[in-house]
Protein backbone atom coordinates (compact mmCIF):
# COMPACT_ATOMS: atom_id res chain seq x y z
CA UNK A 1 0.00 0.00 0.00
CA UNK A 2 1.72 3.27 -0.97
CA UNK A 3 0.00 5.13 2.14
CA UNK A 4 -1.40 8.55 2.11
CA UNK A 5 -0.26 10.31 -1.21
CA UNK A 6 -0.05 14.47 -1.38
CA UNK A 7 0.79 16.72 -4.16
CA UNK A 8 2.61 18.92 -4.65
CA UNK A 9 5.20 18.13 -1.87
CA UNK A 10 6.09 21.99 -2.35
CA UNK A 11 4.11 25.17 -3.38
CA UNK A 12 5.43 28.51 -4.02
CA UNK A 13 2.54 31.11 -5.01
CA UNK A 14 2.33 34.56 -5.41
CA UNK A 15 -0.22 36.11 -3.30
CA UNK A 16 -3.69 36.41 -4.77
CA UNK A 17 -3.70 33.45 -6.61
CA UNK A 18 -5.73 29.91 -6.34
CA UNK A 19 -3.57 26.93 -5.36
CA UNK A 20 -5.14 23.71 -5.02
CA UNK A 21 -3.87 21.07 -3.05
CA UNK A 22 -4.80 17.14 -3.78
CA UNK A 23 -4.88 13.64 -1.68
CA UNK A 24 -5.36 10.00 -2.69
CA UNK A 25 -6.34 8.24 0.74
CA UNK A 26 -5.88 5.01 1.22
CA UNK A 27 -7.71 2.47 -0.71
CA UNK A 28 -10.59 1.32 1.26
CA UNK A 29 -10.49 4.13 4.27
CA UNK A 30 -13.98 6.01 4.45
CA UNK A 31 -12.81 8.83 6.65
CA UNK A 32 -10.45 11.88 5.17
CA UNK A 33 -9.35 14.55 6.81
CA UNK A 34 -7.67 17.79 6.08
CA UNK A 35 -4.93 19.58 8.50
CA UNK A 36 -2.45 22.50 8.78
CA UNK A 37 -0.03 22.67 10.53
CA UNK A 38 2.32 25.98 11.83
CA UNK A 39 4.19 27.07 14.67
CA UNK A 40 1.64 29.19 16.40
CA UNK A 41 -0.90 26.79 15.73
CA UNK A 42 0.48 22.61 15.95
CA UNK A 43 -2.15 20.75 13.80
CA UNK A 44 -5.61 22.12 13.44
CA UNK A 45 -8.26 20.67 11.62
CA UNK A 46 -9.80 22.28 8.58
CA UNK A 47 -12.19 19.47 7.40
CA UNK A 48 -13.57 15.89 7.33
CA UNK A 49 -15.19 13.81 4.88
CA UNK A 50 -17.11 10.82 5.76
CA UNK A 51 -17.84 8.19 2.51
CA UNK A 52 -16.86 11.22 0.55
CA UNK A 53 -19.63 13.77 2.62
CA UNK A 54 -17.92 16.74 4.66
CA UNK A 55 -19.48 16.41 8.25
CA UNK A 56 -17.24 18.97 9.77
CA UNK A 57 -15.54 22.17 8.08
CA UNK A 58 -16.00 24.20 11.32
CA UNK A 59 -12.32 24.65 11.19
CA UNK A 60 -11.98 26.13 7.36
CA UNK A 61 -10.71 29.67 8.45
CA UNK A 62 -12.87 31.34 5.74
CA UNK A 63 -14.57 31.80 2.61
CA UNK A 64 -11.28 31.59 0.78
CA UNK A 65 -10.74 27.66 1.62
CA UNK A 66 -12.86 25.01 0.15
CA UNK A 67 -12.72 21.27 -0.04
CA UNK A 68 -14.48 18.69 -1.97
CA UNK A 69 -14.19 14.82 -2.15
CA UNK A 70 -15.33 13.71 -5.57
CA UNK A 71 -14.97 10.35 -5.39
CA UNK A 72 -13.44 7.77 -2.45
CA UNK A 73 -9.98 8.33 -4.12
CA UNK A 74 -9.49 11.95 -4.22
CA UNK A 75 -9.83 14.74 -2.49
CA UNK A 76 -8.87 18.73 -2.96
CA UNK A 77 -8.33 21.61 -0.77
CA UNK A 78 -8.41 25.04 -2.61
CA UNK A 79 -7.74 28.22 -1.57
CA UNK A 80 -8.58 31.75 -4.10
CA UNK A 81 -6.93 33.73 -3.57
CA UNK A 82 -4.16 32.95 -1.42
CA UNK A 83 -2.64 35.37 1.22
CA UNK A 84 0.86 35.22 2.83
CA UNK A 85 -0.88 34.03 6.06
CA UNK A 86 -2.10 31.25 4.83
CA UNK A 87 1.70 29.84 4.82
CA UNK A 88 1.86 26.12 6.46
CA UNK A 89 2.14 22.70 6.06
CA UNK A 90 -0.68 21.18 4.71
CA UNK A 91 -1.35 17.44 5.79
CA UNK A 92 -4.11 15.07 4.83
CA UNK A 93 -5.12 11.98 6.72
CA UNK A 94 -7.59 9.32 6.09
CA UNK A 95 -8.79 6.03 8.40
CA UNK A 96 -11.03 3.53 8.08
CA UNK A 97 -14.11 3.12 9.99
CA UNK A 98 -13.97 4.95 13.13
CA UNK A 99 -10.43 3.46 13.24
CA UNK A 100 -8.30 4.24 16.28
CA UNK A 101 -5.80 6.35 14.41
CA UNK A 102 -4.99 8.16 11.12
CA UNK A 103 -2.51 7.53 8.52
CA UNK A 104 -1.02 10.89 7.40
CA UNK A 105 0.35 12.04 3.95
CA UNK A 106 3.52 13.51 3.80
CA UNK A 107 2.33 17.27 3.70
CA UNK A 108 2.06 20.11 1.47
CA UNK A 109 4.60 22.62 2.45
CA UNK A 110 3.01 25.69 1.16
CA UNK A 111 4.63 29.15 0.82
CA UNK A 112 2.55 32.44 -0.50
CA UNK A 113 4.94 35.19 -1.12
CA UNK B 1 -9.02 27.74 23.12
CA UNK B 2 -6.62 24.50 22.97
CA UNK B 3 -8.36 21.59 24.47
CA UNK B 4 -5.21 19.75 24.10
CA UNK B 5 -1.99 21.40 25.56
CA UNK B 6 2.10 20.28 25.23
CA UNK B 7 3.20 23.13 27.61
CA UNK B 8 7.46 22.05 26.55
CA UNK B 9 8.20 22.91 23.31
CA UNK B 10 11.63 21.30 23.38
CA UNK B 11 13.19 18.74 25.69
CA UNK B 12 16.61 17.42 25.51
CA UNK B 13 17.85 14.19 27.14
CA UNK B 14 21.14 11.62 26.56
CA UNK B 15 20.93 8.45 25.45
CA UNK B 16 19.92 5.73 27.72
CA UNK B 17 18.19 8.08 29.62
CA UNK B 18 14.32 8.14 30.22
CA UNK B 19 12.40 10.51 28.01
CA UNK B 20 9.22 12.10 29.94
CA UNK B 21 6.69 14.01 27.49
CA UNK B 22 3.50 16.03 28.75
CA UNK B 23 0.03 16.31 27.67
CA UNK B 24 -2.92 18.26 29.27
CA UNK B 25 -6.21 18.23 28.00
CA UNK B 26 -9.31 19.92 29.05
CA UNK B 27 -12.45 18.60 27.40
CA UNK B 28 -13.65 15.57 29.97
CA UNK B 29 -15.48 14.53 27.30
CA UNK B 30 -12.26 13.27 25.50
CA UNK B 31 -12.69 9.52 25.89
CA UNK B 32 -9.41 8.47 23.52
CA UNK B 33 -5.66 9.37 23.50
CA UNK B 34 -3.04 8.87 20.89
CA UNK B 35 0.51 9.80 20.51
CA UNK B 36 2.23 10.61 17.05
CA UNK B 37 5.41 11.16 16.43
CA UNK B 38 7.12 13.14 13.74
CA UNK B 39 10.46 13.26 11.41
CA UNK B 40 11.10 16.39 9.38
CA UNK B 41 9.60 16.42 6.07
CA UNK B 42 7.23 13.94 6.69
CA UNK B 43 4.05 13.22 8.18
CA UNK B 44 2.98 12.12 11.85
CA UNK B 45 3.03 8.44 12.17
CA UNK B 46 0.95 6.49 15.38
CA UNK B 47 2.99 5.57 18.03
CA UNK B 48 1.18 4.20 20.64
CA UNK B 49 -2.69 4.81 22.15
CA UNK B 50 -4.19 4.59 25.50
CA UNK B 51 -8.67 4.48 26.20
CA UNK B 52 -10.33 6.51 29.13
CA UNK B 53 -10.68 3.40 30.84
CA UNK B 54 -6.96 2.50 31.46
CA UNK B 55 -4.34 4.49 33.28
CA UNK B 56 -1.31 2.47 31.31
CA UNK B 57 -0.60 1.66 27.70
CA UNK B 58 2.54 -0.01 27.06
CA UNK B 59 4.51 -1.26 23.41
CA UNK B 60 8.03 -1.96 24.30
CA UNK B 61 10.01 1.09 25.01
CA UNK B 62 7.24 3.19 25.04
CA UNK B 63 4.58 3.43 27.57
CA UNK B 64 1.69 6.28 28.01
CA UNK B 65 0.02 7.00 31.65
CA UNK B 66 -3.39 8.43 32.16
CA UNK B 67 -4.93 10.45 35.33
CA UNK B 68 -8.13 11.38 34.39
CA UNK B 69 -8.47 12.77 37.43
CA UNK B 70 -5.97 15.30 36.68
CA UNK B 71 -6.82 15.29 32.70
CA UNK B 72 -3.01 14.28 32.06
CA UNK B 73 -1.11 12.16 29.67
CA UNK B 74 2.27 11.33 29.56
CA UNK B 75 4.52 9.42 26.98
CA UNK B 76 7.83 7.91 28.58
CA UNK B 77 10.95 6.47 26.26
CA UNK B 78 12.92 4.14 27.83
CA UNK B 79 15.87 3.66 27.23
CA UNK B 80 15.90 6.97 24.82
CA UNK B 81 17.57 6.41 21.43
CA UNK B 82 19.04 8.88 18.63
CA UNK B 83 16.48 7.52 16.22
CA UNK B 84 13.67 8.95 18.91
CA UNK B 85 14.48 12.94 18.00
CA UNK B 86 11.34 13.97 16.61
CA UNK B 87 8.14 16.01 17.55
CA UNK B 88 5.65 14.37 19.24
CA UNK B 89 2.29 15.48 19.16
CA UNK B 90 -0.62 14.47 21.74
CA UNK B 91 -3.74 13.99 20.55
CA UNK B 92 -7.42 13.58 21.57
CA UNK B 93 -10.78 11.91 20.79
CA UNK B 94 -14.60 13.09 21.73
CA UNK B 95 -16.63 9.35 21.12
CA UNK B 96 -19.50 10.92 21.82
CA UNK B 97 -22.15 12.08 19.03
CA UNK B 98 -21.53 11.40 15.42
CA UNK B 99 -18.61 14.04 15.67
CA UNK B 100 -15.36 11.99 14.75
CA UNK B 101 -11.84 14.02 15.04
CA UNK B 102 -8.86 13.90 16.76
CA UNK B 103 -7.64 17.29 18.36
CA UNK B 104 -4.00 17.75 18.33
CA UNK B 105 -1.48 19.38 20.45
CA UNK B 106 1.15 21.67 19.45
CA UNK B 107 3.71 19.28 19.61
CA UNK B 108 6.84 18.93 21.65
CA UNK B 109 10.36 18.24 19.80
CA UNK B 110 12.25 15.55 21.45
CA UNK B 111 16.58 15.18 20.94
CA UNK B 112 18.24 12.47 22.06
CA UNK B 113 21.66 13.12 22.12
CA UNK B 114 24.02 10.39 21.54
Known amino acids: DAGVIQSPRHEVTEMGQEVTLRCKPISGHDYLFWYRQTMMRGLELLIYFNNNVPIDDSGMPEDRFSAKMPNASFSTLKIQPSEPRDSAVYFC???????????FGSGTRLTVV | DQQVKQNSPSLSVQEGRISILNCDYT??????FLWYKKYPAEGPTFLIS?????DKNEDGRFTVFLNKSAKHLSLHIVPSQPGDSAVYFC?????????????FGKGTLLTVNP
Open chain 1, 93 to 103: ASSFNRGYGYT
Open chain 2, 27 to 32: NSMFDY
Open chain 2, 91 to 103: AARNSGGSNYKLT
Open chain 2, 50 to 54: ISSIK
